[in-house]
C-alpha cells in the first residue's frame, strides 16, 4: 500500500453503467468503475479538475464510445493525488511518487523519495511561518502606534498626533504594466 494510501471504500459495479470495450486499459468485467460525475462527487471536486489531472498523466480513464470510464485504480491515483495536495504538494511530486508506488520495485526508494520531498516542503513551511511570524509583530508595532496616538487625540493632543502624521514619510504608488 502507498505511504500517502488508506483502505479505499468498497463499491460494486453498476449494471447500467455501459461495457467497456476489450482493450489494454480496459477494466475488468468484474471490477466496479466509475464516471467522472461520480468521481467528482465522491471527492467533491470538478470533473473539469479530473479531466486536468488527466492532461498531465495522473489518472488515465479507459473510454466507452465518449465516456470515461475510471477504474479503482483512477480512483486510488485521484485520491492520492488531492492528499498528496493537501499537503502541499506539487502534482509533479505527486505523480513522482504514484509513479513511483506503482512501479512494483522495492519501497525503499519510494520511502526516501517520500521522506525527501517532505523534508523540503517542512523547509519552505517553515520559512513561510518565520515570515508570518515576522509580519505579525510588524502589525502588532502599527496597531500599538496607532492606539498610542488614539489615547493621545482622545486627551487633546491632537499636536502630537499631528506632528506624527507629518514626520511619516508619504508612501509613492508604484504602478506595474501588464
Known amino acids: 500500500m502507498s505511504i500517502l ?13 455501459p ?6 486499459d480496459a477494466p475488468r468485467q468484474d471490477a466496479p468503475t466509475f464516471t467522472i460525475t461520480e468521481l467528482a462527487q465522491e471527492f467533491d471536486i470538478t470533473p473539469r479538475a479530473i479531466r486536468f489531472y488527466e ?7 479507459a473510454r466507452s464510445g465518449r465516456n470515461r470510464v475510471y477504474t479503482h485504480r483512477d480512483r486510488t491515483r485521484l485520491k492520492l493525488t488531492l492528499r498528496g495536495k ?28 517520500f521522506l525527501e520531498v517532505l523534508d523540503n ?5 517553515e520559512q513561510q511561518l518565520d515570515d508570518i511570524t515576522v509580519t505579525l509583530a510588524e502589525i502588532e508595532q502599527h496597531a ?13 493632543t491632537a499636536k502630537a498626533a499631528a506632528k506624527t502624521t507629518k514626520t511619516a514619510a508619504p508612501r509613492k504608488s508604484v504602478s506595474r504594466k501588464a
Open 144 to 156: 500599538a502606534r496607532c492606539r498610542s496616538l488614539l489615547a493621545g487625540v482622545g486627551k487633546g
Open 86 to 113: 493537501r499537503l502541499g504538494l506539487s502534482l509533479l511530486e505527486v505523480k513522482q511518487l504514484v509513479d513511483m508506488y506503482e512501479s512494483g520495485t522495492d519501497a525503499r526508494p519510494q520511502l526516501e523519495a
Open 5 to 17: 494510501a488508506r483502505a479505499p471504500r468498497k463499491r460494486t459495479a453498476n449494471p447500467s453503467e
Open 121 to 125: 516542503h517542512r523547509r519552505q513551511l
Open 55 to 61: 492532461d498531465v498523466g495522473l489518472l488515465e480513464p
Open 19 to 24: 461495457a467497456v470495450a476489450a482493450g489494454a
